[in-house]
């Protein structure tokens, strides 16, 4: 048997580790404190809860297979038409749609570094060649940079918006570079995940640059605002004939019942999003002026999590909180050896964390 040549660099990706993980891997039987994952701390909507219950019923028969529903309620909430949108069995589906419909082996894809891992993750799978730029010195996605590396191979450009890890974000003249330089043929991924926690109003979105005629598609999860990871779901925005390519590559039915209904009953929740927006930004603001105070570089975010550089701490602060069941993500894997991403908690977790490393510090 032989694999394809470009499998061989493959590495899995790393994920956060569970609960149950942590439970097994460490014998800790108090509670397990998880800012390792940027999931909704809230847990979910009572709104999912109640259809999911419902749905236990229905089990035996496959979903509606056009997702209409979703669609239709989706292109409201943009002012879109139901034809601009593709659903994913989270984003990281539509992420790999794109490189199924655009991306031949030996074709080359753009990314920052670093940025969420999954991009060059489906660009080995896929064979395509990818070019990493390192961020700008606030740890911004550098532009110029990636213009500097487009060539007539480039198919797509990946931006996470805000940046996983790092929670930054791009200003109007930072777009405004990239599209001026760009060739129509390219697309631009704006991976908006994290979207719904972007408190400044200066900052563009994506659906600016799709209603204004740019070659992009917009990505949105439920994993995130609305609480929904262990569902997955995801969806992409874009202009009509794009999606229907990413549309026809899709597996059938590739959300499940649950997913789909959930996606749905959630939308409907605007108080629970108001309470995960209103969660993320007050405790950004506490997690990094106490930090902060304790002498530790915290990077300005506009997503659900921080990036902290606890210098030469950084490890024993880490193992010593996994001891006592308060995880915490290591970017070493990311390039930052001396940093920790901390999801986000609700109120009383975010002051657990904070005691707890005022403690390990004496
Ligand atoms: C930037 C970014 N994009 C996409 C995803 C994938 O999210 P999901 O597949 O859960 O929608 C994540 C997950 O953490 C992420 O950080």
């Known amino acids: 048997m032989e694999f394809k040549p470009y499998l061989k660099k493959l590495t899995p990706y790393p994920p956060g580790k569970t609960v149950d993980e942590i439970r097994r891997e460490l014998a800790i039987e108090g509670p397990v404190y998880k800012f390792n994952s940027n999931e909704n701390p809230l847990g979910p909507s009572r709104k999912v809860v109640k259809v999911i219950k419902e749905l236990a019923k229905t089990v035996h028969l496959y979903p509606e297979a056009s997702y209409i529903e979703l ?38 894809v753009l990314v920052s570094q670093p940025s969420f891992l999954m991009y060059e993750k489906f660009a080995q799978i896929y064979g395509a060649k990818v070019k990493t730029v390192p961020l700008d010195k606030d740890l911004k996605h550098h ?58 109003p200066e900052v563009p979105i994506g659906i600016e640059f799709l209603q204004n005629g740019f070659n992009v598609l917009v990505l949105r999860t439920f994993s995130k605002a609305y609480g929904l990871a262990g569902l997955r779901l995801g969806y992409g925005m874009a202009e009509k004939n794009l999606v229907k390519v990413l549309d026809a590559l899709r597996q059938p039915f590739n959300l499940n019942l649950f997913a789909y209904k959930a996606g749905l009953a959630v939308l409907n929740d605007q108080a629970y999003l108001k309470k995960s927006q209103k969660v993320v930004k007050e405790g950004r603001k506490y997690l990094t002026y106490e930090l902060s105070a304790l002498g530790f570089k915290v990077y300005p975010s506009e997503a659900n999590f921080i990036m902290v550089d606890f210098g030469k701490f950084c490890e024993t602060i880490y193992q010593s909180l996994l001891k006592k069941g308060l995880l915490l993500r290591p970017l070493k894997p990311y390039g930052f050896p001396n940093a920790l991403r901390i999801t986000i908690g609700l109120p009383e977790q975010n002051k657990i964390l904070v005691e707890a490393i005022k403690d390990l510090l004496g």
């Open 71 to 108: 669609k239709k309620a989706l292109a409201e909430k943009w002012g879109l038409s139901p034809e601009n949108f593709v659903l994913g069995n989270g984003s990281n589906e539509v992420i790999e749609l794109v490189f199924k419909a655009l991306v031949n082996p030996g074709d080359e």
């Open 143 to 200: 532009i110029p940079g990636l213009l500097k590396k487009l060539s007539r191979k480039t198919k797509v450009i990946f931006l996470d918006h805000p940046n996983n890890p790092t929670g930054s974000v791009l200003g109007p003249k930072d777009w405004g570079l990239l599209f001026k330089n760009l060739p129509e043929n390219v697309l631009v991924v704006i991976d908006e995940a994290y979207g719904e926690f972007i408190e400044n």
